[in-house]
């Protein structure tokens, strides 16, 4: 029981907070405790990214991630403005790398979700209405005002810069707290735009008709200033009355008696229309959840076609950018030659032609086989011929020799006989 007081006082202090300032609830965020009742998006918004998807945190929209340049994100209300005078309280942070860079718009256009969605005023084209610019203009922080009456079209114009109506120095990057940018618009005094307490720039000679709508987009560059967004809180500049903020702040308490399980049974003195007002409550919450996840999920479908035609751009490109004509058309006359001479070998390979060569040359081996076995005695015996004498000449020496040892051997034979013998 202690745990539910304690939040519920903190509820009534917002709803006080918020409707002291009489805040249109389905055109704001962040003005109350936390962003969103659940993380697939904000009530009363559309979330669109390009390049990725803005990721909605408890307390904040990063609509520029601060890894990875050039991308894209925007918020826009999903009604238009019925309020002739209005007040915006804008809070935002830029973070960024020492280089970092991208603008941040602040839209009150017609038609915007659709005409302007992720665009910033460099490529939007022809709009209509209010934008405030956040960005680094020639290595100076500034916040400037742009309007246009769908006539001119920013996005071929050479000097978008120079179209200003409004503007001022103002240091937003890298402070680690978020900046408050607050619009103020009446139909007599015109508009104010005031950074963190203090008058940026104010003009009461434009007229902005209702019935457009705000939006919020944001685009980085490489490398990229990361936008993150606490805080878009639309209120009526004139204060309404007494008895309706009660009123409302009745209701306000009574939607977080509902939000909280615990205390109904507490109630039980009047069971029926608790009950009623908690399903039919809670058939709207169940509503509400559902458009916004197939919100969610249309977001999710258009980020995927726009990332599949950037694909199919960029494989168009690579093939406009291949050496087309000459070199290409040369190769592959080049390569047809080396195929036909490929399949001309293997032909031939694959032929009997090959067999009957074959058999030539083992004819061929055959015949000079033949033709030295019946040369060679031939040969032989032409060459004992040729050298008969001298062979006959070594035969007679030899058997001469021979009958001259026989000879010397008998003669010693016979001396030794015939020699006187001695005896001792
Ligand atoms: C808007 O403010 C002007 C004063 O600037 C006032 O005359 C006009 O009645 C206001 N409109 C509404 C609808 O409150």
Known sequence: MLLSVQPALLCIAWAVAAFAQDVVDDMSFGHKQGISPNSFAIPGWSMLGEGHVPQLLSDKVILTPPYGGHKRGCLWTERANSLENWSIDFKFRAGAPDRGGGNLQLWYAANGEKQISTSSIYTAGKWEGLAIVIDVVGGTQKIRGFLNDGSRDYKTHTNVDSLAFGHCDAIYRNLGRPSILKLKYTT????????????????????????????????????????????????????????EQQQQQQQQQQ??????????????????????????????????????????????????????????????????????????????????????????????????????????LSEQITKTHVGVTEHVPERLREYVQAHTPRIGFIL??????????IGAFVWYKWRKSTMPKKYL
């Not at 735009?193 to 560059?221: E, H, M, Q, R, W």
């Not at 197939?294 to 990332?307: A, C, D, L, P, V």
């Not at 050496?323 to 040369?330: H, I, K, W």
């Not at 058997?399 to 040892?405: A, D, K, L, V, Y």
Request: glycine share 4%; charged share 20%; hydrophobic share 35%.
């Open 188 to 243: 007599n005094g015109g508009l104010e735009v005031l950074i963190d307490g203090s008058t940026c720039f104010s003009t009461n000679k434009i007229t902005l008709p209702t019935n457009y709508y705000f939006g919020v987009a944001a685009s980085s560059f490489d490398p990229p200033d990361s936008f993150e967004v606490f805080q878009f809180a639309l209120s009526s500049a004139t204060n309404a009355p007494a008895i």
């Open 255 to 360: 939607q977080f008696q509902e939000q909280t399980p615990p205390p109904v049974h507490e109630h039980s003195s009047s069971p029926s229309t608790s009950q009623l007002t908690t399903s039919e409550a809670q058939f709207a919450d169940l509503h509400n959840r559902l458009n916004q996840l197939s919100k969610s999920i249309q977001n999710m479908f258009t980020e995927i076609n726009r990332h599949t035609a950037a694909e199919e751009a960029r494989y168009k490109e690579i093939l406009s950018k291949l050496p087309n004509t000459a070199l290409v058309n040369g190769l592959d006359s080049k390569m047809a030659n080396l195929d036909r001479i490929v399949s001309n070998l293997e032909r031939e390979l694959k032929s009997s032609d090959h067999s009957t060569q074959f058999r030539k």
């Open 396 to 405: 007679y020496s030899f058997m001469g020799f021979q009958t001259c040892c």
